[in-house]
C-alpha cells in the first residue's frame, strides 16, 4: 500500500477536514436544495433526488446521492432516451452549475465519501479496471478529485484513471487544498462538464491491453 495512504492524515486527518468543511457547507446549501428540489421535482415528474449503489473505499458498496439532473424519458420499446434528450434546460444548468453534487455532502458526512479523492463511479465497472486502475479503490472516492481539476470528463477513462492512481500515491493535506481551491475555479467556470460531443461521458467498457495506464 502506497505510504501516502498509510500517513497520519490519511488514516485521521482527511476525515476531520472532511467533517469540518462538509457540515458548514452542507447547513449553508439548505436553502439552495429548498429551492431546486421542487423545481427538479416538477422536471421530473415528482422525483428530485438520484440514489444509485457506488463502490467506495475498498470497493464496499453505499448509496449514493446528487440531484436528479435528467429526467426518466423512454421510447416505445421501454429502454431510456439518450441522455441528450433526459437532460431539459434545468437539468444541464444545474449540472453545469455542478449543484447537483451538493447531496454528497451528505455521503461525506456518512464517511461514506471525502471531499477529495477519485469520484465514485458505477459498480458495473469493478471487474473491467486492471490491477493498477482498481488502486483507486485504495481511498475513499471524493466529489471531486485530482481526475476533475485536470480534465473531469473532457479527458479519456485511461486518463482518469492513471489521475486517480496517482493521487492515492501522493494524497496530503496540501494537495486536498490544492484540489479544493482548483475546484472552485472549474466550478465558476462550467469547464469539462461533458465529455466532447456528448451530454455528459461515455461509459467504461475496459482498457485494451495495449493502451492500459502504468
Do not use: C
Not at 439548505?30 to 438520484?50: D, E, K, M, R
Not at 444545474?94 to 479523492?117: C, F, H, K, M, Y
Not at 465514485?120 to 476533475?148: F, K, M, N
Amino acid at each position: 500500500m502506497s505510504t501516502a495512504v498509510t500517513s497520519w492524515y490519511a488514516r485521521h486527518g482527511k476525515r476531520l477536514l472532511d467533517v469540518a468543511l462538509a457540515a458548514p457547507a452542507l447547513l449553508l446549501s439548505l436553502p439552495v436544495l429548498a429551492v431546486l428540489a421542487p423545481l427538479l421535482a416538477w422536471q421530473n415528474g415528482g422525483s428530485w433526488l438520484f440514489r444509485q449503489p457506488r463502490p467506495g473505499l475498498h470497493g464496499q458498496v453505499f448509496t449514493f446521492f446528487k440531484l436528479q439532473t435528467m429526467t426518466t424519458q423512454r421510447d416505445a420499446a421501454s429502454q431510456l432516451l439518450p441522455d441528450a434528450a433526459r437532460l431539459p434546460r434545468l437539468g444541464r444548468w444545474v449540472r453545469a452549475t455542478s449543484l447537483d453534487e451538493l447531496p454528497q455532502l451528505w455521503n461525506v458526512l456518512r464517511g461514506d465519501i471525502s471531499l477529495v479523492g477519485p469520484r465514485p463511479l458505477l459498480e458495473q465497472y469493478l471487474p473491467l479496471y486492471s490491477p493498477t486502475q482498481a488502486r483507486r479503490h485504495a481511498v475513499r472516492p471524493g466529489i471531486t478529485g485530482w481526475a476533475q481539476v485536470n480534465g473531469r470528463n473532457a479527458i479519456s477513462w485511461e486518463q482518469k484513471f492513471a489521475y486517480d492512481v496517482w493521487y492515492v500515491d501522493n494524497l496530503s493535506f496540501g494537495l486536498d487544498i490544492r484540489i479544493l481551491l482548483h475546484t472552485v475555479g472549474r466550478v465558476l467556470g462550467a469547464r469539462d462538464i461533458a465529455a466532447p460531443g456528448q451530454a455528459t461521458m461515455s461509459a467504461f467498457t475496459g482498457t485494451p491491453p495495449s493502451s492500459s495506464a502504468p
